[in-house]
C-alpha cells in the first residue's frame, strides 16, 4: 500500500481524493474549535469533501438550524449525526429537506430524515453513510443487514463510499469494519468522544479508525463540565450537563481515496489538534 501524495500543486486531476472526517463537535467549544481550524486544514490538506459529526453540536445534546448553518459556513460539505439526532425540534424539518444532513440510515423509516447521500467531486462521486450501532444504543432496525441493503442500492452509483459508523463499544464497530472491508473506501466510527489509535488501511483497502475523537473542550468528561459528570459518578444523583469550554481540540482524520481504483484508500492520517 503506497503511501498517497497530497501535494495542493500537483495537477487535482493526478491527486487522490483527499476527505476529512472530523468528531462529534460538542457545544459552542466544539463550533468555535472548528471554525478556527477547519479553514487552516483546508488550507493546508485541499480537501475534496469534509464530513462532519454534528450530534452534540447544539448545547452538547443534539443538533439545531442554527448550528447546522454554522457548521457548513465552517466548511462542512456533509454533516452526520447519531443517537441525539432528534433533540432539538427545530432540525426535523431539516433532515427531510437537506440532501447533505444525514441521520442514522438504520433508524426507524418513521423518523425523520435520511442516512446518505451522494456528492460529486472532481469527477467522482462519493456516497456518504451514516450508520448506528445495536449495541448499548436505541437504534430502530439492525446495522449490519442495513448496510447490506444501503450498498446494494447505491454502489452502482458511486466511485467512493465513506461510512460514519456511530456505535459505543469498540467490538461492533471492529466487526463493522471487516464486513465493509473491501466494500466502502472508509469507515470512521463516531461517538465514544475518544480517539482511538488503530487507524489502518485494512487488507480489502478500507481505510478504518474505531473513533474520531470528539470536537470540544477536554477539561470536561466526553466534551461536557466536569463537576456535574464528577457528582454524577459519586454521588448517584442526577447532575444537569453543559458543555465544557477549556481546551479545545479538533479531532479527526485526514484519508486519501484512490482516482483510479473505485472503493480504494490510500491512506488514514489522525488529525489531533489544540485548537
Ligand atoms: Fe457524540
Ligand atoms: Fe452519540
Redesign the pocket.
Known sequence: MSDAPTDPAADPADRPLVVLAIG?IVGSAGRKALNRVLPVLKADHQPDLVIVNG?NAAGGIGINARSVDEITRAGADVITL???AYRQYDVHKLLDDREELLRPANHLASQPGHGYCIVERGGQRIGVVNLQGNVFLETGRHAFSEIDAVLAKIRKQVDHIVVDF?AEATSEKIAMGWHLDGRVSAMVG??THVPTADLRVLPGGTAYITDLGMTGSRDGVIGMEREPSLRKFVTHMHSRYEPAEKDPWLMGVKITLSRTERLRALSIEQLLIKA
Do not use: A
Request: glycine share 12%; proline share 0%.
Open positions: 462529534d450530534e447519531g443517537n441525539h456511530h463516531t461517538h
